[in-house]
């Protein structure tokens, strides 16, 4: 089966006016504006098949909207190609608007004076929707996402998390194949969080649409993204699995020992990353492992002892921050 | 003196700042050149009709009336009142009662950077259209002498008079039917629709004594002669006893305003 | 019918939306009222010194300003509320999701507001046209009135176009809001027929910044001062106008970089 996704060498750069203070420098820019040329999206390639969850990683101005934004035909790149559902997004044919839609975390479109219920009919005008269908949708939906009393209500006196919600059930009106999801958790307390990413994998789940999704909280990611694609400084890092991002940017395990002890010197194990009364963290590299736990069984009394990954928002953050 | 380096320092800051939303500052300004540019082409298109003048006035002097009102317009008018409601609803206001400075001394350096910034355009405009509309001045040594202290208390007087106007949006949120109100009356009343002699001669009698008049017309036609030196020497005795009157109110409805911001927060 | 439907229900929404502001109401009925009193205030002023302006007498002013307040109505009521949006939502970024949406962009902008309040001017620019119609013992005959709604048409699109070559700069200057001044004070010049321009201003008033023709040539047709001559020109412009917005449109489309990310 053909991807529904194909992006190939994919740019993107931005013209940015370089802007200095002072009057003399304000004066001179009425004449002489001058640009640097940045690239938010740099040669990035991609596969995504019908179905897939796909979580895009990168910390702010990653490039990760930016790429969204292209797929969903927001914006023009400056060189190379895409197609999504066989179309070339930014040529922005109805036909293809009607298969996707985006929801961007930090961006509302239901009118914030009316009932969430008001504005979906405007969408059932917009995308065409037969009423019974309509109803249908609305029916699943509103089970799905708990809206049944939230939908005449006034979205201004809704709840972020709340609101949040009927944007979902907005945008999944007309049954888009592939949804792109910008920071759909952006703001919302965990309990809420949690809602959402539930919805999304049942969802994802009943119809087998195609998900992209960004998210700063590395949750969401872990849960619903067997598949990440991290983006640094508009190139592309990393496609694969989550599991084995960490098995590749993350040469170390981390060993947590509880001994007898609450004074130990373990520094010539590993690196102490943390120590609290009898228990110690320990970092060793990979390759060390086996050797360590041996020497520690062999020289302490140790009354447990765990072997892990380190945690994926440290091994996120060394990526990040590496160079 | 602290005042004047107060002055001279938010001059140079909000020099910049209009040079930074210098497309906005020059949308203004063409839309404040225009409206008597308009009110000019229908007068002439009167007189024209009218076998070259109306009302005392030729094509000729029509042009030089509206030109040295779009100047000086320019020079006494301000957007305070617009913005009023808007400062109270945004917090900035709020901002501003914590300088332990009266906010008037900002605006009153805006405004004059404003205008400064804003006779980069004007003048070129007056000299364009005087090359091809062929205004008639005639410039008596005294009548351009006592222009000027008619302007500056046309300024002031205008300045403060607006000031005081725009503090109703501390009682009233919904400014917009207010400032409608006010424009127009300024309309009528400052000579901008028609030269005030063009009136029924109660109305322009009674106009005559009116802030609006005296905050637009009175320097324009001093300037240009329509009035006699005693006309002129009464109009500024009358500007100066409403200079007066405005700081006055000004100074009262500010602490009213100040105490019902105080109380009912923004 | 499709379009009917979209215009129908953003409508509905519009007036909902509306009727929970109902002060607003009074302060366009203010503002409506005080609008009348400049407009016809001042003809009454010019009148006092000439009995003909160009070719136009008082009676046929007044008709002139109930067309001019028709176009300014038909403007408020959907038309800048649209593009406020639009600019606000280039700003915001609420923009994307217009373009998310299946049908044309500049067409949706151009429908998505609804501000009901407008139509206080609307109706009232109707009141004028009749009764000044009526005081100045007009006798129209089916060709006239069918020529007036056409040109009237042709004014609305001319206006609507014009909005938007304006408008469209959103997507190059995100703070532009100060369209609005541009607009109101080139419209300005609509209040008063064509003729009063000289020859090369009135050029620009038809070819270049079209507002003053979309209002003179509807009120002119009724008036009986339409020259025959000129009804080619009612085609032309339009089409001119809106095909000039379409092509910006499109540019500024591709130009659109969205609120920073």
Redesign the interface.
């Known amino acids: 089966m053909a991807p529904v996704v194909e992006v190939r060498e994919l740019t993107k750069s931005f013209k940015v006016p370089v802007r200095q203070s002072g009057l003399g420098a304000a004066v001179k820019s009425l004449f002489d504006r001058k640009f640097t040329l940045v690239d938010a999206v740099k040669d990035v390639s991609f596969n995504i098949d019908r179905g897939e969850i796909v979580g895009f990683l990168g910390p702010n101005g990653a490039g990760k909207t930016t790429t969204l934004k292209m797929l969903s035909g927001l914006l023009h790149p400056t060189s190379g190609t895409a197609t999504v559902n066989g179309h070339i997004p930014w040529k922005r044919d109805n036909a293809y608007l009607r298969t996707i839609n985006m929801v961007m975390g930090n961006r509302h479109q239901l009118s914030w004076d009316l009932p969430a219920g008001d504005t979906y009919k405007l969408h059932q005008a917009i995308y065409q929707i037969a009423d019974n269908e309509f109803e249908r949708t609305l029916e699943e939906l509103s089970d799905l996402l708990d809206l049944h009393d939230l939908l005449t209500k006034p979205v201004r006196t809704l709840s972020l998390g709340e609101r949040m919600k009927c944007e979902l059930g907005g945008a999944l009106l007309h049954r888009p194949d592939v949804m792109f999801l910008d920071e759909p958790t952006l703001g919302l307390d965990v309990t809420m969080q949690h809602r959402i990413r539930d919805f999304v994998r049942s969802y994802n789940l009943r119809h087998g649409s195609t998900i992209l999704l960004t998210s700063h909280y590395m949750a969401d990611i872990a849960a619903l993204c067997e598949r990440v694609v991290v983006i640094h400084r508009g190139q592309l890092l990393f496609d694969g699995p989550l599991a084995q991002l960490v098995a590749r940017f993350a040469p170390v395990k981390r060993l947590t020992v509880e001994l007898d002890s609450a004074d130990a010197d373990l520094g010539d194990l590993g690196t102490v990353v943390a120590h609290d009364g009898f228990t110690y963290q320990l970092e060793v590299a990979k390759e060390d492992t086996t050797e360590v736990t041996s020497r520690l069984l062999a020289n302490y009394n140790l009354s447990d002892i765990a072997v892990e990954d380190p945690p994926i928002e440290q091994v996120i953050e060394q990526v990040f921050t590496a160079e | 003196m602290r005042l004047f380096r107060i002055y001279l320092l938010s001059a ?1 800051l909000h ?2 700042e209009h ?6 500052v020059l ?2 300004l ?2 404040m050149l ?2 008597p540019v ?1 009110f000019m ?3 002439r ?2 007189a024209l ?2 076998g070259g003048s ?2 005392g006035y030729t094509q000729g002097t029509l042009t030089a009336y509206y030109l040295a009102l779009m100047v000086v317009n320019h020079l006494t008018f301000t957007w305070i009142m617009h913005e009023y409601a808007y400062r109270i609803r945004e917090g900035v206001l709020a901002g501003q009662l914590l300088y332990p400075l009266h906010p008037i001394h900002r605006d009153v350096t805006m405004n004059a950077t404003y205008k400064l910034l804003g006779l980069v355009l004007f003048i070129p405009a007056f000299l364009l259209l005087s090359v091809f509309l062929k205004p008639e001045f005639q410039f008596e040594p005294w009548q351009v002498l006592a222009f000027l202290p008619t302007l500056a208390l046309a300024a002031a007087m205008r300045f403060l008079m607006e000031w005081a106007v725009a503090q109703t949006a501390f009682w009233y949120i ?1 400014t ?2 207010f400032n ?2 006010y ?2 009356a300024t ?2 009343f400052s000579g901008r ?2 030269p005030i002699s ?3 001669d109660w109305l322009s009698a009674v106009a005559r004594y009116l802030p609006f008049w005296l905050g637009v017309a009175l320097p324009v036609e001093t300037l240009l002669g329509s009035l006699t030196p005693e006309e002129v020497m009464s109009g500024m005795v009358i500007q100066a006893a409403w200079l007066a009157f405005f700081a006055g109110l000004v100074a009262w409805v500010w602490s009213r305003a100040v105490r019902r911001f105080g109380a009912v927060g923004g | 019918m499709y379009l009917a439907r979209v215009i129908g229900v953003h409508a509905r929404i519009g007036i909902l939306k509306d009727l929970q502001y109902r002060v607003n109401f009074a302060g366009q009925l203010v503002n409506s009222a005080l609008g009348f009193l400049l407009a016809i205030g001042s003809i009454l002023v010019v009148f006092r010194h000439t009995d003909l302006l160009g070719d136009w007498t008082q009676t046929d002013l007044i008709m002139l300003i109930g067309v001019f307040s028709i176009v300014r109505g038909f403007i408020n009521l959907f038309v800048r509320p649209g593009l406020q949006a639009y600019m606000e939502g280039i700003r915001t970024g609420l923009f994307d999701y217009v373009l998310l949406k299946p049908l044309d962009s500049q067409l949706y902008v151009s429908i998505r507001e609804f501000r009901i309040w407008s139509l206080v001017d609307l109706l009232t620019g109707v009141g004028l046209v009749v009764w000044s119609g009526w005081v100045g013992g007009l006798e129209a005959s089916l060709f006239t009135i069918v020529l007036f709604f056409v040109t009237m048409l042709a004014g609305f699109s001319v206006v609507l176009a014009f909005w938007f070559i304006l408008g469209t700069s959103a997507f190059w200057f995100i703070k532009v809001d100060n369209i609005f001044v541009v607009f109101d004070s080139l419209f300005q010049t609509a209040r008063w027929p064509l003729t009063v321009y000289p020859g090369a201003v009135r050029i620009l008033l038809t070819f270049v910044v079209p507002v003053a023709w979309a209002v003179t040539m509807p009120a002119a047709t009724l008036a009986g001062k339409l020259e025959i001559g000129s009804l080619w020109l009612t085609l032309l412009v339009p089409a001119f106008f809106v095909a000039v917005s379409r092509i910006f449109w499109k540019i500024g489309i591709r130009h659109y970089s969205g609120a920073s990310a």
């Open positions: 140079l020099l910049k040079l930074i939303y210098r497309a906005s949308i203004w063409f839309s225009l409206e308009v082409m229908v007068w298109a009167v009709a009218e109306a009302g919904e917009s039917s409608q109100a424009y127009v309309m009528f629709i028609a063009m009136f029924p």
